[in-house]
């Protein structure tokens, strides 16, 4: 069962005076409500409003960043609450693109022929966000990028501080918005796209994106750069993060036992779009309960998918 524990009484009529010995078990919906982050930890007071930004985004060949290919970094710089530079580089695969990348991205091959490869363009990006706070949608996957790229370099690449608008967009705009997608709170914010799943496009609307949220954010008096993951309140966070997959068994009479009590908390007090286990609740109730790494849902299958080893270990 997913979330419930419905099939238990068949299955113990079934089993029962038979040389069979069941192990309860469950596939809950897991959130790490103490995971939630809009921005990187850092404890540095930085003033948003003296901080130089660099508002990025990739196209790249798929979602592993450590198998896949980038294939355009463009970003915006955003100074005193202006937009003052821009950079924008193809880069060359050194491999044909798949028929899916080209229809998402309107990048061809052709496009990408004459490029420069990812050896020479990473220098250069590097040195144009120098100094600066990071800003994108969705930060973790396009940061994850840039931090992999830099490193088969062995290029010094500083990530310490990042603001995730994604995130951002989840936490407070969650009341105006259904969708949290590029898309969809560019409409929100009225900024036009012109180009969706170009980075170009995409870095230049994020800016905007960027400068109105920063206002939002000043007329709720957050001011520093620390402050923005100090408003996040725990008791909210955990209905803002995508659910991961992870398989519980009982081990004996006391977690299963336990084991009600988890799936009772999730659907009663953390039911938000379907019934959350949240992590809190599950090391509250940890005793004779086996924890597994879920499906292809879970964060083992997604790091070792798409992250890297480092990322996956953690797992």
């Given amino acids: 069962d997913h979330n419930g524990l419905y099939a238990y009484p068949d299955i113990y009529k079934e089993t029962k005076g038979k040389d069979i010995k069941p192990i309860y078990g469950v596939e809950l919906d897991f959130v790490d409500e103490t995971n939630f ?182 007329k709720q008096n957050i001011k520093q750069f620390h402050e923005i993951n100090q408003a996040i309140d725990e008791k909210e966070s955990w209905k803002h993060i995508r659910p991961i997959h992870i398989n519980v068994l009982t081990q004996n009479q006391v977690g299963y036992k336990n084991l009600f009590r988890v799936i009772s908390d999730a659907l009663t007090d953390h039911f938000y779009h379907g019934p959350r286990t949240l992590k809190t609740v599950l090391n509250k109730y940890r005793e004779g309960l086996l924890i597994g790494s879920g499906c292809a849902n879970g964060d083992v299958f997604e790091a070792a998918l798409n992250q890297s080893d480092e990322e996956l270990i953690k797992a």
Avoid at 178 to 191: G, P, S, T
């Fill in 37 to 218: 982050k809009i921005s990187s930890d850092s404890t540095e007071e930085l003033m948003l409003k003296d901080a130089k930004y660099i508002v990025f985004d990739i196209e790249t060949t798929g979602l592993s960043s450590t198998r896949d290919k980038i294939i355009e970094i463009a970003a915006v710089k955003i100074e005193s609450g202006s937009i003052t530079d821009k950079y924008q580089s193809f880069v060359n695969p050194g491999e044909p693109l798949s028929a899916f990348t080209t229809k998402l991205t309107d990048i061809t091959d052709d496009i990408l022929k004459d490029a420069p490869t990812i050896e020479q363009v990473m220098p250069g990006f590097l040195k144009f966000i120098e100094g600066c706070v990071l800003v994108a949608h969705n930060a973790t996957f396009d940061v994850g990028f840039i931090r992999e790229k830099a490193k088969d370099q062995s290029l010094e690449f500083d990530d310490s501080l990042y603001i995730d608008t994604l995130n951002l967009a989840r936490y407070f705009y969650n009341e105006q918005l259904k969708r949290f997608n590029l898309k969809a709170v560019a409409k929100f914010f009225k900024v036009k796209q012109e180009q969706h799943h170009r980075a170009e496009d995409d870095a230049f609307v994020t800016a905007q994106i960027w400068l109105s949220m920063l206002h939002d954010l000043f």
